[in-house]
């Protein structure tokens, strides 16, 4: 038994020491003198308390045997093994998640006869996340994207760029401030809200008049104890996940209003400042109504674009989510145009018609196969009005079933 416990005691000592000669054999500069000091302190500590708990260990063991009732040994023999991994110097872990998500679509019907017919299998989106506790303060988070096109035309692979990148520093237990690439106050609640952004981006992000993501500088917080009234302020590039090419910036504003559980209110504003005086300022009104049963949202919009001439686009969406059993629920949306967009044509796997008001349909089902792992199908349909000409563009219908899974 001594000499067993001699090796076990011996083993640690040469542990400790051993990563003590490993970390100055990696190191090329000498390390401090006081940090060295205090870190050979600490893990003589640890070694004392093992020692310590080694002898008690063994003196329950022989007193077991020893003892005719035939009492239990003491479960400290896991001890010295839980003290070691009690190092206070260790660096907190790194908590990765990720999801994606994805369709089988045929594009039954498009006002572009070129696209008519077309189908396939896609990932529209996948992400891969990465969460780190600094301290109490602080904390940090980088996301990678992964997407495809959505062009029809283009066949590269689905190579990954950064959504977001930023260090948050609670401030209080109210107030906290994010530094980096961070969600922007113009689609976090709507987004949230809607709940089903892997079958169709929210209003805005659509429609490409506003970026999920920014890099700059947000504050986010209440104003009051009980935190029924909510702000989210950001000062930031304006170019979204790209980089900064030009002296403009973009200030974003959010005010939300939580009167009770099943109601909130939100007013938003931001101005950015653009090149050749295409400056754009864009109000958004958003309500919202939760219940056991679901949820409904309805969403304003205004936007102007400084131009020759300038443009106004006036939008509206409405949507509502009915929980039909714990694992089906049924989704539905009604987007209004009021405006041609002139982007239309480059809204990715939606193109839509630059030139004509549009309405924009969406009716699914949300099948959870599993916790992870939910089946959508839907159908997404868009019908325009007269284009000036008076003619009419062929309305488009598109079929799909989504998938969605978290890992």
């Excluded at 000669?21 to 070694?47: A, C, G, K, M, N």
Aim: proline share 5%.
């Amino acid at each position: 038994m001594y000499t067993r416990k001699t090796a076990i005691i011996c083993f640690g000592f040469v542990f400790i020491l051993s990563g003590d000669v490993f970390l100055w054999s990696q190191d090329r500069e000498e390390p401090e003198p006081t940090e060295y000091v205090q870190d050979l302190e600490r893990r003589i500590q640890i070694l004392e308390q093992t020692v310590k708990l080694l002898q008690e260990q063994l003196q329950t063991n022989t007193s077991g045997r020893e003892d005719a009732s035939g009492s239990e040994p003491s479960q400290a023999a896991g001890a010295p093994v839980q003290l070691l991994a009690q190092d206070s110097s260790a660096d907190p872990p790194v908590d990765i998640s990720g999801y994606a998500f994805g369709d089988y679509y045929w594009m039954a019907a498009n006002h572009d006869s070129d696209l008519e017919d077309r189908n396939g299998f896609r990932f529209r989106r996948i992400y891969l996340t990465f969460d780190k506790s600094l301290s109490d303060a602080f904390d940090a988070r980088l996301r990678l994207e992964m997407r495809s096109p959505g062009d029809f035309t283009s066949t590269t692979r689905l190579d990954p760029f950064v959504k977001n990148a930023y260090l948050r520093w609670k401030l209080s237990n109210r107030h906290q401030a994010h530094l980096g690439l961070s969600p922007t106050p113009t689609l976090n609640l709507v987004d949230e809200f809607w709940g089903y952004r892997w079958v169709e981006k929210s209003l805005l992000d659509l429609q490409k008049m506003a970026t999920s993501a920014d890099m700059g500088l947000a504050l986010r917080g209440s104003l009051d104890s009980g935190e029924q009234l909510r702000y989210h302020f950001m000062v930031s590039n304006g170019s979204g996940t790209r980089g900064e090419s030009d002296q403009g910036k973009k200030v974003l504003l959010s005010l939300g209003l939580y009167p009770s559980d099943s109601v909130i209110l939100e007013l938003y504003s931001d101005y950015e400042s653009r090149p050749l005086n295409t400056n754009r300022r864009t109000f958004q009104s958003f309500l919202a109504y939760q219940a056991q049963w679901g949820r409904l949202g309805f969403q304003y919009v205004h936007q102007t674009r400084s131009g020759t001439p300038d443009l106004q686009l006036d939008a509206l969406s409405l949507f509502g989510v009915a929980k039909l059993s714990p694992a089906t629920s049924l989704f539905w949306r009604y987007d209004r145009m009021f405006d041609p967009n002139p982007d239309g044509a480059g809204i990715s796997y939606i193109p839509f018609h630059p030139g004509a008001k549009s309405n924009f349909f969406l009716t699914g089902v949300d099948l959870k196969v599993h916790e992870r792992f939910s089946l959508l199908p839907n159908v997404e349909v868009v019908r325009y009005d007269k284009l000036q000409d008076g003619t009419r563009p062929k309305s488009d219908l598109i079929p799909r079933v989504t998938f969605f899974y978290r890992f």
